[in-house]
């Protein structure tokens, strides 16, 4: 059966706890050590303007979710704007490739230093055995999905709120460096601290990622138009106020090497702040919030194969759903696959910054989308934000994903390939298409 309509289970309380489960997770606590190598013990600061920055790209997704409540999300809105299917088409395997390098993210943060305290498997098997269960428990259905997120977003946010009790506990006892938090190790002064600074938040932009995944679950939400907008906006602050405690309490009690050098540095602080706690009870705890994460970027790549397919920018077969399960089943086999190819090709970092840097350009197609569609009137009410913020996102992640920010080179070219193969599969869609039309 194809493109049968979803199953509208998400309520308000489901959607903002998925919204949260959507952006904590592996970024926080598998890339917070990077982030830290880059800019030194002013770790703090590239968490509050990624937190900023995400505000502004929010406040556009939150319109746009409301004015247009489908499961396509920004290759929806660029296609309404801009009305170029080829430049649709490279957002929406944009959108893809980004949930999809986060996905390979966290299965390679599963198979690292947290699950080091419980065995020593090789990482690549484990990483592709990860991502094959989690797709069996897509094809569940997105009921069975959304609450085992609900039960993962739980446990993810005990382990971060751990951490910032350690660092209350460690303040009160007068422990800790609190130079640290204004220092900086970027190689040198001046215009070298403004590109680490960038580069680093650039890198932790990584951390707060996901809350744009949530619209493509828009055709399974009750009320949408209402719902998104305080969903979005509650998630990000949520997740955006405990990162920057996070990022507090990590540079204070665990110089930045130390942090910079580990895969799981959120345990060097367990270990440091607190060190009767069990470091395999916070090592589980991590895994389940990487776990987390995986899932939910998975689950959003088969939506957004799914709303491709109605809008006719992938072939129908991609709208493919179980008759039973009414899960997208197509979209789900289509994402695995690329999934376990994309695990193969980077570490944990690389990965991340891949995933943020398309993104980051995603982000500033739909701030300039927000604006184009304002011509657009539709029957139902929904939130306008203010003019300015989309002007201010757009720049601000047109900033964040230039040269400017100090990415190593290697993540370009890996974004840089996984354009082009949207680009070669956009040419194949568009034989396929031809040849339905001729057939008719």
Not at 56 to 79: C, D, I, R
Not at 247 to 269: F, I, K, M, W, Y
């Given at each position: 059966?194809?493109?049968s309509p979803l199953k509208r289970v998400i309520g308000p ?102 699950l080091a305290e419980f065995t020593d498997l090789p990482p ?183 709303g491709m397919a109605n809008e006719r920018i992938l072939p ?125």
């Amino acid at each position: 059966m194809l493109t049968s309509p979803l199953k509208r289970v998400i309520g308000p309380k489901l959607l903002l706890l998925f919204v949260i489960g959507d952006i904590l997770g592996t970024g926080i606590y598998a890339t917070t050590g990077k982030v830290a190598g880059k800019v030194g013990g002013a770790l703090w600061l590239p968490f509050v303007i990624g937190f900023l920055v995400a505000m502004l790209s929010a406040a556009s997704y939150a319109e746009l979710v409301g004015k247009y409540p489908k499961a396509a999300g920004a290759a929806l809105y660029t296609q309404k704007a801009f009305k170029a299917p080829f430049l649709t088409f490279v957002i929406a395997f944009m959108v893809m490739c980004s949930g999809l390098a986060s996905a390979s993210a966290a299965a390679r943060a599963f198979g690292g230093d947290y699950l080091a305290e419980f065995t020593d498997l090789p990482p690549t098997p484990v990483a592709v055995a990860f991502v094959l269960a989690l797709a069996a428990l897509n094809l569940r259905g997105v009921s069975e999905s959304v609450r085992t997120n609900v039960v993962l977003t739980l446990v993810e946010l005990s382990g971060l709120l751990l951490i910032i009790g350690i660092g209350a506990c460690a303040v009160l006892a007068g422990d800790g460096d609190a130079a640290r938090l204004g220092e900086f190790d970027t190689g040198g002064s001046g215009h070298a601290v403004l590109t680490g600074v960038l580069g680093a938040t650039a890198l932790g932009f990584f951390a707060f990622i996901g809350f744009e995944d949530s619209v493509n679950m828009a055709e399974e939400t009750k009320d949408p138009a209402r719902t998104f907008p305080r969903a979005i906006f509650i998630g990000v602050a949520v997740t955006g106020t405990v990162y920057v405690l996070v990022a507090l309490v990590s540079s204070l009690l665990v110089d930045h090497r130390t942090l910079q050098a580990s895969s799981g540095p959120l345990l060097e602080v367990v270990k440091v702040g607190w060190g009767g706690f069990p470091p395999k009870l916070f090592s589980l705890i991590a895994l389940f919030a990487v776990t987390n994460s995986a899932l939910i970027n998975l689950m959003m790549a088969s939506r957004l194969c799914y709303g491709m397919a109605n809008e006719r920018i992938l072939p129908r077969a991609m709208g493919r759903v179980l008759a039973r399960r009414r899960t997208p089943v197509a979209g789900i086999v289509f994402a695995t696959a690329l999934t376990v190819v994309l695990t193969s090709t980077g570490q944990i970092a690389g990965l991340g910054d891949t995933a943020a840097l398309l993104l980051l350009c995603v982000f500033a197609v739909v701030n300039v989308a927000v604006l184009v569609l304002r011509r657009d009137r539709v029957a139902h009410r929904h939130f306008r934000a203010p003019t300015a913020l989309p002007v201010l996102g757009a720049l601000a992640a047109l900033a964040l994903a230039s040269p400017l920010a100090d990415r190593p080179a290697d993540v370009y070219i890996r974004a840089g390939v996984l354009i082009a193969v949207g680009i070669a599969l956009w040419g194949v869609n568009r034989v396929v298409l031809r040849a339905a039309v001729r057939d008719e």
